[in-house]
């Protein structure tokens, strides 16, 4: 059974950071390309970011290149999402998929999602 289960969303003020994780099983994590995905308040989902299975290329969304860095330990099963710099437009929950960038919006990809909270 296939399982994704992130971690790490909070409340934080504008400015600050926050450090996902999703622990992933019931697949062959290092051979799946993985995303993050987000969906604010009343809006459709956004691809995040994307990296390769065995990280040699990742991808970022135009709003959070330079801010926000994906990564994966895939001796942990585990996908990763450090975001510094936050803004409270990055607010919205937070979704580990297990999907390359153009298959990450699909819902039967991703986990339950973790909420970010960014307010002053």
């Known amino acids: 059974q296939v399982q994704l289960v992130e971690s790490g969303g909070g409340m934080v003020q504008p400015g600050g950071s926050l450090r996902l994780s999703c622990v992933a099983s019931?697949?062959?994590?290092?051979?799946?390309?993985m995303s993050w995905v987000r969906q604010a308040p009343g809006k459709g989902p956004e691809w995040v970011a994307s990296?390769?299975?065995?990280?040699?290329?990742?991808y970022y969304s135009d709003y959070v290149t330079g801010r926000f860095t994906i990564s994966r330990d895939n001796t942990k099963n585990t996908l990763y999402l450090q975001m510094n710099n936050l803004k409270p437009e990055d607010t919205g929950l937070y979704y580990c998929?297990?999907?390359?960038?153009?298959?990450?919006?699909?819902?039967?990809?991703w986990g339950r999602g973790t909420q970010v909270t960014v307010s002053s």
């Open positions: 019931g697949f062959t994590f290092n051979s799946q390309h």
């Open positions: 998929a297990r999907a390359p960038r153009d298959d990450a919006l699909q819902r039967q990809f």
């Open positions: 990296i390769s299975s065995a990280s040699s290329y990742t």
